[in-house]
Structures are given as structure tokens and as C-alpha cells.
């Protein structure tokens, strides 16, 4: 296994390549001195400025996204506070791809709009992604291209999680769900309880009212995301039928709100005899 020096700063882990080396000198020796024997190797190499396990560090320092959409703008964003983080570095976002290297994200289509390399995938599925590198030198591109937003999330995860555990972030890799629905199920009530609950209280309800600060719902979502879940119901089965109230409805749209910019959809649980209820 690789540990780096110091996972806060994994600029400390660049250094000489020894996938590109430009020249190579190598001697051997033994001294030997009564029943004693020293042997062994010395090499001296230059190559490349870069180590493969983070190979992520050349591009860091110019990210391209492709479009504002919000699940693409929570991508970029997500992606340039985990590189800021973990590499040590100021991500700067630009406009367009500049003339050195750079990360590019985007959805496929709009990937493909820009860059033509063979590498690039003709298609994804709904919400898969596609990581790699195209070009070389100057023009050399690290791209994470998603089969809709959501897989521009996803993506972007993925490539975060290879930094984290120091794998090459350069070698290709396509990814797709096996399911299309993803979902989580809460079993909160709207007095802010938990029915089976042992971790606190609710983050969406309180006092018969979805709660006024949502900060932990969008991070929640982002948490969702961050392991490709794309959907969260989030009151008890055993449902109050006020959630279908139209007093109601208006406070579960603002949830919806801030679950929606990480790709995270919102249901809730009925009661079938709501309608003679309400």
C-alpha cells in the first residue's frame, strides 16, 4: 500500500516519475573488508515532475464547468473544495478551457461539443459518468462527463474518492447504476419524533411544522449524492395525513428545494384514507 507524508497536503507526494524517466545511471558495488560484505545499488534519474498516484495535481489548478445548471454548479463547486482540500491548493474556475491542462465537467454532449478525442464515450446511461484523461501535453484534459447532471455529480465523487485513496485518477472509467431508483426511507413524524429513531431528532420536521432552517437537509442530500442515492421519503409510513393538506404541500416544496440541487428527488408517505380526512 501507498500512505502519503501527509494527507492534508499531498503536494508533498510530487516527485520524479518512474513511469518517464529521461536518463538513468546506475552502478553497483561491493566492499569487502575482513569477513565483512557491503554490496549494492545506487540509480540516479530524472523524469517527469509527477507522481501517477496524483496525477490530478497538474490539473488542479484550472477547473472548467460546462454548464449552471444546479446539480452541475453543486459539482463544480464539490469538486473544487475537495481538490482545495486534499491537494492543497487554490482551485481557480474558469470559462473555457484554457491553453495548459485542465479539468473539464460537464454533461457528455457538452463535453463532446468541445473537446474531440476518440477516448471520449459516444453515450452514457442516465446518470453514469465517464473519468479520464485526453490529449497530452499543453492540451493534456482530465474530464469527468456525466450521462445527465446527476452523473456529473456522481463523477465527480468517484474522482475525489481516487484522490482520497491514491489511485491513478488518469486511468479511464466508466460507471452506471444498476437500478435507476435509489431511494431512502425516513420514518419521521411531523412533532419532530422518530418512530424506531436512536440518533436524535428529526432534521425535517418540528412541532407539526417542516423546520425553519433546511441547511442540514442540503447537506443530508449531499451526503445522499455523494453514494448515488437520488431519492429520500421522508415521513413516517404510518403518515399523518396533514402532509397532503394544502397549508402543507407548500412547506414540502421547500424541501424538495434544497434536496433538489444534489439530484435528490422528494416523496412522502400517505395515508389511503387521507382523502376523508382532509
Known amino acids: ?34 569477513n565483512w560484505t557491503l554490496s549494492g545499488t545506487v540509480t540516479l534519474q530524472d523524469g517527469t515532475p509527477e507522481n501517477p498516484f496524483f496525477f490530478a495535481l497538474d490539473f488542479a489548478n484550472s477547473l472548467v464547468v460546462l454548464d449552471d445548471r444546479p446539480v452541475v454548479h453543486n459539482a463544480g463547486d464539490e469538486l ?15 470559462s ?82 444498476s437500478a435507476p431508483v435509489r431511494w431512502v426511507n425516513h420514518w419521521d413524524n411531523l412533532d419532530g419524533s422518530i418512530e424506531r429513531g436512536y440518533a436524535g431528532r428529526s432534521i425535517f420536521f418540528e412541532g407539526g411544522h417542516v423546520v425553519d432552517d433546511l441547511t442540514r437537509v442540503g447537506e443530508y442530500a449531499r451526503l445522499l449524492a455523494s453514494v448515488g442515492v437520488n431519492g429520500a421519503t421522508i415521513n413516517n409510513v404510518n403518515a399523518n395525513a396533514a402532509v397532503l393538506s394544502d397549508a402543507f404541500l407548500p412547506q414540502l416544496a421547500r424541501v424538495a428545494d434544497a434536496m433538489r440541487p444534489w439530484g435528490v428527488a422528494l416523496s412522502v408517505s400517505i395515508d389511503f384514507s387521507s382523502p376523508m380526512r382532509i
Open 96 to 177: 473555457a478551457i484554457p491553453g495548459g491542462p485542465a479539468l473539464v465537467v460537464g454533461t457528455l454532449p457538452r463535453v463532446r461539443t468541445l473537446i474531440r478525442d476518440q477516448r471520449l464515450p459516444s453515450s452514457l446511461p442516465v446518470d453514469g459518468f465517464w473519468i479520464g484523461s485526453v490529449g497530452n501535453g499543453a492540451r493534456a484534459r482530465l474530464v469527468i462527463a456525466g450521462g445527465n447532471d446527476r452523473g456529473v455529480l456522481y463523477g465527480v465523487f468517484r474522482l475525489l474518492e481516487r484522490i482520497a485513496l491514491q489511485q491513478d485518477v488518469a486511468a479511464s472509467l466508466e460507471q452506471h447504476p
Open 1 to 34: 500500500s501507498v500512505a502519503a507524508q501527509d494527507e492534508r497536503n499531498l503536494r508533498l507526494e510530487r516527485g520524479l516519475s518512474f513511469t518517464n524517466p529521461g536518463r538513468r545511471i546506475s552502478a553497483g558495488y561491493v566492499y569487502r573488508l575482513r
Open 80 to 94: 473544487a473544495r475537495g481538490l482545495d482540500a486534499m491537494l492543497g491548493g487554490a482551485t481557480t474556475r474558469v
